[in-house]
């Protein structure tokens, strides 16, 4: 065999193999796989080209499966996903700048509902399978209550500026009012019995994420303000802080300051507890891990790394961290362990932002 000739075979099968990585971006069809866990993520796409996206990654097997909403409903979801949720057996995708929310058969992913009257739609929470709580960043910032069945809107709360991530604390609400297009540092504690005002806590500028720690206490990342001049340069900033906080009585019982140039945007738990970790967010650099029993914030990131979002995996304790180098191209999952090892890299769609697993 001619040497050149030779050499050219060995180049395409080289390359051949490299680029069979565990995906399966090119399938028309979608078949679901019954009886192993899934992550649903949400790629939010660009704004005002309407290219979000739904992925699916199996954490047994390492495969992953991009445009499934699209490939079996056979049109994409709308104009920027910005979360999923899975309450009961329906997927929810909350798609902000089409102001609706898409709900899935979460075993199928056929869409059975299209629920609109939202303005800038966020996050979703849920205290049962029939009722949800949408955060909504227009109407000057309210909690939309929705029939989870109907799609029927049943109330609206009032809330601070730019309501972000939520959390169900015994019969509380809680709203982290991250101050949206302008500033604010509080949370609104609604009564889930009477979807009254219960109170209002000061916690620290720009309150993104909440988490439930035990049965009295949650923790709360609050961002850090940061105010842009007109030609985008950033002429103000607050230090950012996580706080842990007795809704029930309003008690902050600690409060760990991070340096005034550090403004995280998700917080995650280890799943024994004994950890947090901050990161994540447009222009924040790593994930860093704090210790909850001797209250140290590491110094060195756990993950060196620029990600977007990411998720921690409430079994095995994995880290998700989503990538979105741009929001012209596909974006990447990385699976990390707990102590930060990088166990798989799959691409994405378009600026991932969100995983919620599906046991």
């Given at each position: ?14 390359t051949l193999f490299s680029s069979c990585k565990k995906e ?16 649903f993520i949400s790629n939010e796409g660009a704004f005002g ?311």
């Amino acid at each position: 065999m001619n040497k050149n000739l030779f050499l050219l075979i060995v180049t395409v099968i080289l390359t051949l193999f490299s680029s069979c990585k565990k995906e399966s971006d090119n399938q028309d069809s979608i078949q679901i796989v019954e009886g192993e866990r899934i992550a649903f993520i949400s790629n939010e796409g660009a704004f005002g080209f309407g290219n979000s996206s739904l992925s699916i990654y199996y954490p047994d097997s390492g495969v992953i499966e991009n445009q499934v909403f699209e490939k079996i409903n056979n049109r994409k979801p709308g104009d920027v996903m910005q979360s999923v949720n899975l309450i009961g057996n329906s997927l929810f995708l909350i798609i902000n700048a089409s102001n609706k929310i898409e709900k899935l058969d979460a075993k199928t992913l056929e869409q059975s509902l299209t629920i609109g009257n939202f303005s800038l739609p966020r996050y979703m929470v849920a205290n049962s399978e029939n009722r949800g709580f949408i955060s909504c960043w227009g109407e000057t910032g309210v909690i939309k209550v929705l029939d989870l069945n109907s799609g029927s809107i049943i109330s609206t709360l009032p809330t601070g500026n730019g309501p972000e991530k939520m959390l169900i604390h015994k019969d509380k609400l809680i709203v982290c009012n991250s101050g949206g297009f302008a500033n604010d540092s509080t949370l609104s504690i609604f009564d889930l019995n009477t979807l009254e005002l219960d109170t209002l806590i000061v916690v620290g500028d720009q309150p993104m994420d909440i988490l439930e720690f035990d049965q009295n206490s949650v923790w709360v990342l609050c961002r850090g303000k940061m105010v842009y001049g007109s030609g985008g340069q950033l002429i103000e900033e607050t230090a950012g802080s996580i706080v842990r906080i007795e809704p029930q009585t309003g008690n902050i019982t600690e409060k760990v300051m991070l340096q005034s140039n550090q403004h995280p945007a998700h917080l995650e738990i280890s799943p024994d507890k004994a950890s947090l970790y901050l990161g994540g967010g447009y222009g924040f650099h790593g994930v860093y891990k704090y210790q909850i029993a001797t209250q140290q914030l590491d110094a060195i990131p756990l993950i060196d790394k620029s990600l977007y979002g990411f998720n921690v995996d409430s079994k095995t304790g994995n880290i998700y961290g989503l990538e979105a180098p741009t929001f012209t191209q596909a974006g990447w999952l990385n699976v990390y362990s707990p102590t930060g090892f990088l166990m798989n890299r799959v691409k994405t769609g378009i600026g991932p932002n969100m995983v919620c697993f599906k046991d």
